[in-house]
């Protein structure tokens, strides 16, 4: 069945303490790259022509019925654990809100649509290579399970852009992304700051109207974005994947990763690999990310104090740590293709499975594709380019225990594992750069299958 649009600006009713309205960049040429029709199928757009695409994404005609103009979200946030009050959309806006098919309210939001009253002396620009790694991000996360934006719309815009952490001049783009909430732990700590307890209610409501029926008050909302992060994180923590910078302010309420900057995915499991340059105390390690979303859940609960009983928002916290277990267990048990039993000798499995795989430094991408497969799973070990790493006294306890879960698949479907490490998007971007072929780009976006 085909999904209808289905325009819904309920942002709207919060009020204009919580946004400002912008004007998109005039962008000198708008030269469509990348769109996802799978994606704009979601939500009644994949039957735009390429002229309507380009006005809709890359010029930001309004479309019907929806917001009348793109608007700029307020909020503050903890970055590297620091409060930072000046902040807010610097080179992006939410341009449009829609409900898909399951009647859930979605966002579509930019990034390098220009500045903003918050872009603190930037362009609001966003570079070509830095739109192509984030549509490749959330195309692989997809493909892991991971709970992420999608990107749906990546237009050059034919200016050239000075940066210092790429050569310089490069290319410029303008990218849109669809996901379920732009609302951040900061949009929260903004209302609290100002000390807006009025602002803060209204925000809790919707929010439980919107992503949480189910919840009741600050705290059932607490409650329910704790239990969200959790899948999330651990569904990082099993794709191997470091986000880079978790800010609070990149931290959404609905739980879904988004806004790629630096990340990386692991070549080997290393506990302390960190994905931005400038994370010096390797604060957003890989293995830290568990307990850093716990600390910033904590600094959402303590904006909510102010409309809500401690020790209630205190038990809402408590239920992080459960969920995680759970969803890690769920994660890596997807992962390899096998059945959970006892939630306690299934934990000490999953933290064995760490444990090897960091003392082994076995390639982390053609593990999982060496043991992802039930019975088909040691015949293919042991043709893998990794069988070196599998040996020894370490390896046999981990693969005897392995085998006594049952299997709940027949094998990997493809020869190779997918991947995107590092090395992987310059050689995808190089020929982009040098000659606009984009084949090799189109090819591993198409590597990455959808459930």
């Keep these: ?108 939001g930019t990034k390098g649509s220009g500045q903003t009253p918050y872009s603190r002396r930037g362009d609001g620009r966003l570079t070509l290579l830095g739109g192509v790694r984030e549509a490749l991000a959330t195309r692989y996360l997809e493909h892991l399970g991971v709970p992420t934006s999608r990107t749906l719309s990546l237009i050059e815009t034919g200016e050239d852009l000075t940066r210092h952490d790429e050569p310089s001049p490069t290319r410029s783009a303008v990218m849109v992304r669809l996901q379920h909430s732009h609302i951040r732990f900061g949009t929260f700590q903004r209302q609290a700051f100002f000390e807006a307890r009025d602002n803060l209610s209204a925000l809790v409501d919707y929010c439980i109207t919107h992503f949480y029926p189910n919840a009741v008050g600050a705290d059932g909302l607490l409650a329910a974005a704790a239990k969200s992060s959790a899948n999330m994180v651990a569904s990082w923590m099993a794709g191997g994947f470091v986000h880079g910078v978790m800010n609070t302010d990149n931290m959404n309420i609905t739980g879904e990763s988004f806004d790629y900057g630096p990340y990386r995915f692991l070549p080997t499991l290393q506990s302390s690999y960190t994905a931005a340059y400038f994370d010096h105390n390797r604060l957003y390690a890989f293995a830290r990310q568990p307990e850093i979303m716990y600390w910033n859940l904590a600094q959402l609960a303590q904006s909510l104090s102010l409309i809500c009983d401690d020790k209630a928002l205190l038990a809402a916290l408590e239920v992080y740590a459960p969920a995680y277990r759970d969803a890690l267990r769920g994660h890596m048990f997807r992962r390899l293709s096998i059945a959970p039993t006892d939630i306690d000798t299934d934990i000490d499995f999953v933290m064995q499975t760490f444990k090897w795989l960091e003392d082994s430094q076995a390639p982390w991408p053609q593990f999982w594709h060496d043991f992802n497969g039930g019975a088909a799973r040691e015949l293919t070990a042991k043709a893998s380019p990794n069988k070196a790493h599998y040996q020894g006294e370490a390896f046999e306890a981990w693969f005897k225990t392995l085998s006594r879960y049952t299997p709940t698949s027949d094998g990997p479907k493809t020869d190779v594992p997918p991947s995107l490490l590092y090395d992987e998007i310059g050689e995808l971007w190089a020929p982009i750069d040098a000659d606009d072929d984009w084949s090799a780009f189109e090819a591993k976006i198409a590597s990455f299958t959808r459930d």
Excluded at 25 to 42: E, G, Q
Excluded at 69 to 97: I, S
């Design 1 to 108: 069945m085909t999904q209808s649009y289905n325009a819904d600006p309920a942002i709207l009713n919060l009020g204009d303490e919580f946004f400002d309205p912008v004007t998109a960049a005039d962008f000198p040429k708008t030269i469509l790259r990348f769109r996802d029709d799978v994606v704009a199928s979601d939500i009644g757009l994949s039957g735009l022509s390429e002229a309507d695409w380009i006005g809709h994404f890359g010029r930001f005609d309004p479309l019907p019925d929806n917001l009348p103009e793109p608007l700029a979200l307020r909020y503050h946030g903890h970055q590297f654990q620091n409060y930072n009050a000046d902040l807010g959309d610097g080179r992006g806006f939410l341009f449009a809100q829609l409900r898909d098919g399951q009647n859930r309210l979605l966002d579509l």
